[in-house]
């Protein structure tokens, strides 16, 4: 056993508004620099839909991630003998036009133009080229539009539903969506690691963080084609490839993310998971079925005496091993199983955990009859005449995950390599949460509807609380809980402090002559 | 005077620059050596220049070299006119190679807007030496032959003798303007590699080859650093 530990996330999908405060926290933090303006290391995107880069998860246009190869893995578009042979040209690569092209406006032509008989306009012009251009596509181009033909319609997770399941998606009245924020996911087998030529990316031992040394990057690109969620980008100015920090610095000052830390939605959290590298490979090369499994079977349980003891063996600090403890991460994806990676059958080990979203599954496509429940409510509140567009009877609540507005395969296509049993299993939870909260504040419920749909689930009303509180009411230091060690020690993930030990004041601004051996 | 200067102080100067440059750039300026790629701008053209391009100029660049390194292997080679031939015209389908990729590069360059766009002075420069240099290589591959076998005889011992700190140019001085030209120009991009994106050459990856799939950097000896008796021994970290 290799115990690590891994700073890993939890974003709550049921939770997220889709406000991109996340993006553009990031952004001007980090991205917003010339070469940069197309990058958002943090992206919102609209579920259905094709995302950003457009139709990245298809990768039989991206080539990205793992693919099996017998019993072991290889890289789909990159590694040795493939990025060697395609360094002259990757034909793998996307281009710019994939993302889209950065874009300003002159604003000065509105103010300076001289008297005419026309309003002076702004003309939108291209931040490579400086010169005028028509607009395309920006960032979140497809927001919102579910059922669009060019976006909805394209998205790559639609590949194995059945005509009519997609038609039931789509039809106008009954249309949902949801947003998908993503980061890279800081991957425990990750390819963009795997596929650097120049060995310039690298995990960092201490908390896995994913980064590219920029003095070590040559450009050849080779990252961009291999990490199937397009979360490393190419500098077209500087030359270097760029990806998310997850905001070390931040994190070694003990300062949560920025895009979590803005988090309007609070959907956000972050916290520390010991798990067993010895496991990578097994987990890495399972079969698409098995390889959620194997996954979260890595992940370490960090009361288990046998765990503390081989973590500390290991050198992971105790401040580390509580903060495992207290992990919200570790409650969200091992204790409730309550969270999924977002496609696990990329293989890259993803460490950002997705709470799949209940509520396009639950709202129902059945005809029901709401009368009853219409008048309980007030005179506005209910004028509400279509009966079958949101099943608001409480009755049926439970049983409306199998026959779902949003196909379970949908689900199941993003965040269990099409394994159905595994989201509903978390959607049902969540359901029985919702049912044993409602019971307690509004009663409605039939007690015994709620013990059934609790014991059907493995919760206890006590951890259906304890899931509810840290969905719904968690403070900060709940959702962020970053092992403390690293504030004191950050200097030391940047120079040895043992260098400047015995130096007095602010240092010796110059070394000394040599004296003795 | 001028001859001394282009084909014995040029020469020194040319290696000098180029090597401190080099060392200077990579281990100071680390950031800017990037093969400083515009496929993510355009991709389409590139291929029609870029690899072809690439991979003629490595043929005929290690060509040189080995004929430069191992004259006598060479001539012995050449010995049966068979051989000669094939060396010959491989060398040349090489560098119309060459051609044909540096002239869709260029074209590239100057039509593609997005391309001008992360273009520098510097960028045009080399490519318009680069140009010269393989259009005076073709040159001389069809109008002084065969190429092959005076190099080494003839030219490779100069180098040789610029190598040994003894120069003999008697020979160099008689060549005909074109090969004077280009053996300026050769030099002349040795000398300038550190001031261009032709630093990148130094920086072929492969050491890929060898090394295992993942990397993970520990910034403290992990193991060690629980031990009080370790915790300050000077290992620095491996990533700055
Ligand atoms: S998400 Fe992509 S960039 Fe991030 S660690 Fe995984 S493979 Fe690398
Ligand atoms: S800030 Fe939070 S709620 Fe808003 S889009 Fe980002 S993840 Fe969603």
Redesign the interface.
């Known amino acids: 056993m290799d115990v690590r530990s891994q700073i890993s996330m939890v974003f709550h999908l049921d939770k997220c508004i889709g406000c991109h405060t996340c993006s553009i926290a990031c952004k001007n933090i980090w991205t917003d620099r010339k070469g940069a303006e197309y990058m958002w290391w943090n992206n919102v995107e609209t579920k259905p839909g094709t995302g950003y880069p457009s139709k990245w998860e298809n990768q039989d246009i991206y080539k990205g991630g793992w693919e099996k190869d017998g019993d072991g893995i290889q890289l789909k578009g990159a590694?040795?003998a493939k990025?060697?042979g395609n360094?002259?040209?990757?034909?793998h690569?996307?281009?710019?036009d994939d993302y889209y092209e950065p874009f300003t406006y002159k604003y000065l032509n509105l103010i300076e133009s001289p008297a005419g008989d026309d309003q002076p306009t702004a003309r939108p012009i291209s931040m490579?080229?400086?010169?005028p251009m028509d607009i395309k596509m920006g960032p979140n181009w497809d927001d919102d539009l579910s059922g669009s033909p060019d976006y909805a319609r394209n998205d790559p997770n639609l590949e194995n539903l059945t005509p009519a399941e997609r038609d039931a998606m789509f039809d106008l009245e009954r249309m949902a969506f949801f947003y998908l924020p993503r980061i890279c996911n800081h991957c425990l087998?990750?390819a963009c690691?795997?596929s650097?030529?120049?060995?310039a990316?690298?995990?960092?031992?201490?908390d896995g963080i994913v980064l590219i040394?920029?003095?070590?990057?040559?450009?050849?690109?080779m990252c961009?084609t291999a990490c199937p969620y397009k979360k490393a980008y190419?500098n077209?100015?500087?030359?270097?490839s760029e990806k998310c920090i997850l905001c070390y610095p931040r994190i070694e000052a003990g300062h949560a993310p920025a895009c979590m830390h803005s988090c309007v939605g609070r959907i956000r959290y972050l916290g520390v998971l010991l798990y067993d590298a010895d496991q990578i490979e097994r987990a890495a090369s399972a079969d698409d079925t098995e390889v959620v499994g194997r996954q979260m079977d890595m992940i370490l349980d960090p009361f288990d005496p046998d765990v503390i003891a081989a973590a500390?063996?290991?050198?992971?600090?105790d401040s580390t091993i509580d903060a495992a403890q207290k992990s919200p991460v570790f409650r969200f994806v091992k204790t409730w199983k309550l969270a999924l990676p977002l496609h696990p059958e990329f293989r890259t080990l993803p460490m950002l955990f997705y709470v799949p979203p209940l509520l396009p599954v639950m709202a129902s496509v059945k005809s029901v009859d709401n009368s009853t429940q219409a008048e309980k409510m007030n005179e506005t509140a209910k004028y509400w005449p279509d009966n079958w567009l949101y099943d608001t009877t409480t009755k049926s609540m439970f049983g409306t995950i199998d026959d779902a507005r949003f196909p379970l395969q949908y689900m199941a296509n993003l965040f269990s390599a099409g394994d159905t049993k595994e989201v509903a299993d978390r959607l049902k939870k969540l359901m029985a949460v919702r049912l044993h909260r409602r019971q307690v504040t509004v009663g409605d419920v039939q007690p015994e509807a709620v013990a059934a749909a609790l014991e059907s689930t493995d919760l206890t009303p006590q951890t259906a609380d304890d899931i509810y509180y840290l969905t719904s009411l968690a403070k900060f230091d709940d959702r962020f809980v970053i092992p403390a060690a690293h504030r004191e020690q950050a200097i030391?993930?940047?120079?040895?402090a043992?260098?400047v030990?015995g130096n007095t004041g602010f240092g010796f601004k110059a070394g000394t002559a040599k004296r003795g051996p | 005077m001028l001859n001394l200067f282009l084909f014995v102080g040029l020469p020194y100067m040319a290696f000098i620059v180029c090597t401190v440059g080099i060392v200077y750039r990579y281990r100071r300026k680390?950031?800017t050596?990037?093969?400083?790629?515009?496929?993510?701008?355009?991709?389409k053209e590139?291929?029609w220049g870029?690899?072809p391009?690439?991979?003629g100029i490595l043929v005929v660049f290690f060509g040189h070299l080995t004929t430069f390194l191992v004259p006598r292997a060479t001539l012995a080679w050449n010995s049966i006119p068979v051989r000669l031939l094939i060396l010959e015209v491989t060398a040349f389908t090489f560098g119309l190679t060459v051609l044909i990729g540096l002239a869709a590069l260029m074209y590239r360059r100057f039509t593609t807007?997005?391309v001008?766009?992360?273009t520098t002075g510097m960028d045009i420069v080399l490519e318009g030496l680069l140009l010269a240099q393989v259009v005076f290589g073709l040159w001389i591959a069809l109008g002084y032959r065969w190429g092959a076998s005076w190099f080494a005889s003839d030219l490779s011992p100069y180098l040789w003798s610029l190598v040994k700190l003894s120069p003999e140019t008697t020979a160099v001085f008689a060549l005909p303007w074109v090969i004077k030209a280009h053996i300026v120009g050769a030099f002349t991009i040795v000398l300038i590699i550190p001031f261009t994106r032709l630093i990148?050459f130094f920086?072929a990856?492969l050491?890929?080859?060898a090394?295992p799939?993942?990397?993970?950097?520990?910034?403290?000896?992990?193991?060690?650093?629980?031990d009080p008796g370790t915790a300050?021994?000077?290992?620095?970290?491996r990533?700055?």
Request: hydrophobic content about 35%.
């Open positions: 590694g040795k990025g060697l360094i002259f040209h990757n034909p690569l996307p281009v710019i490579i080229t400086g010169e087998n990750p690691v795997a650097c030529p120049s060995g990316i690298y995990k960092r031992g201490e040394n920029q003095s070590v990057c040559r450009g050849w690109r961009v190419y077209w100015s500087t030359g270097k500390k063996a290991n050198g992971v600090a030391e993930l940047m120079e040895f043992g260098d030990k | 680390g950031f050596v990037s093969s400083l790629s515009s496929q993510f701008l355009e991709g590139l291929f870029s690899v391009f690439h991979i807007p997005r001008r766009a992360v990148h920086v990856p050491n890929y080859i090394r799939y993942q990397q993970v950097i520990w910034n403290w000896d992990r193991r060690a650093i629980r300050w021994s000077p290992t620095q970290p990533n700055n």
